[in-house]
């Protein structure tokens, strides 16, 4: 079994900071991609970060930074504004013990509003 759990979401005021984690744990060979994408209500979920990419809206704002000795990711959300809000999910390659493929695993999401 592998997981994803995230924590760090919340309530904030427009111009405020928020650090996500997400961290996979359970039985991992090794992991591969790890990455943030949100959903907002009646949006699609979209990308907002991976370490090669981020979405533009977040440019500038947003970073990811990873901790491969604890298979942990963070998302450093910085000026944060009320088109933020959003359930923003870990997304994680892993391939687990005893498997050869990768398998492409979920958070359960964590909630960010952003009051103006």
């Known amino acids: 079994q592998v997981q994803l759990v995230e924590s760090g979401g919340g309530l904030v005021q427009a111009g405020g900071s928020l650090r996500l984690s997400c961290a996979a744990s359970?039985?991992?060979?090794?992991?591969?991609?790890m990455g943030w994408y949100r959903q907002a209500p009646g949006k699609q979920r979209e990308l907002v970060a991976t370490?090669?990419t981020y979405a533009d809206s977040v440019k500038g704002r947003f970073t990811i930074s990873r901790d491969n000795a604890k298979n942990t990711v963070y998302l450093q959300m910085n000026g944060l504004k009320p088109e933020d809000t959003a359930v923003y999910y870990c997304n994680a390659d892993i391939i687990p013990w005893g498997g050869i493929r990768t398998v492409s695993y979920w958070g359960q999401g964590t909630q960010v509003t952003v009051s103006s």
């Open positions: 370490r090669i």
């Open positions: 359970g039985s991992i060979l090794s992991i591969n991609a």
